[in-house]
T-cell receptor
């Protein structure tokens, strides 16, 4: 059974800092890994998707890497801003459209 | 293109009642999945529908059921509600089920269900 773990559970940083969020998964037989952002009480916004054959994806200040063999992914956020404050979730896609999620990292960026 | 829509957005029910939630996927998307999000259990997969057929099911009791219509809209039903069913219910859509892993799943805003 696939298990996804995210570290740390919570993170508080000053504005402008670069930061790394970690995600690990137990079964490397995945189609892809997605990083999502969730604001309080809201749905999920997809940030980046990395296919199993890829090593990294970039979008603006975000960079996500994937090491499938070791079951790890990282989300790098450059020059953090208060608007980045949210919960960040990683999810792996296995069979069909089923996603298995981690518990999330709650990020607070202080002005 | 309009995003994934879910109705209603908020719902209050009492124990023992039943509830039906609706999800309209992005136009052209044929796969719809449902998830339950609670503070204690996080996001858990309920089921997936594609071409009006349930393709995958999570570890939830039979009180949770769903269906998909020919226009890809989906409904989920929870019968005999329990206090523990209070949660944010999210649906997600994607064009197909499998395509080599390159498809993003898009989530709706969710329906927040409170069971009293």
């Amino acid at each position: 059974k696939q298990e996804v773990t995210q570290i740390p559970a919570a993170l508080s940083v000053p504005e402008g800092e670069n930061l790394v969020l970690n995600c690990s998964f137990t079964d490397s037989a995945i189609y892809n890994l997605q990083w999502f952002r969730q604001d309080p009480g809201k749905g999920l916004t997809s940030l980046l998707l990395i296919q199993s054959s890829q090593r990294e994806q970039t979008s603006g200040r975000l960079n996500a890497s994937l090491d499938k063999s070791s079951g790890r992914s990282t989300l790098y956020i450059a020059a953090s801003q208060p608007g980045d404050s949210a919960t960040y979730l990683c999810a792996v896609r296995e069979s069909g459209s089923r996603l298995t999620f981690g518990e999330g990292t709650q990020l607070t960026v202080n002005p | 293109k309009a995003g994934v829509t879910q109705t209603p957005r908020y719902l209050i029910k009492t124990r023992g009642q039943q509830v039906t939630l609706s999800c309209s996927p992005i136009s052209g998307h044929r796969s719809v999945s449902w998830y339950q999000q609670t503070p204690g259990q996080g996001l858990q997969f309920l089921f997936e529908y594609f071409s009006e057929t349930q393709r995958n099911k999570g570890n939830f009791p039979g009180r949770f059921s769903g269906r998909q219509f020919s226009n890809s809209r989906s409904e989920m039903n929870v019968s005999t509600l329990e206090l523990g069913d209070s949660a944010l219910y999210l649906c997600a859509s994607s064009p197909t089920r499998t395509s080599g892993g390159g498809e993003t799943q898009y989530f709706g805003p969710g329906t927040r269900l409170l069971v009293l």
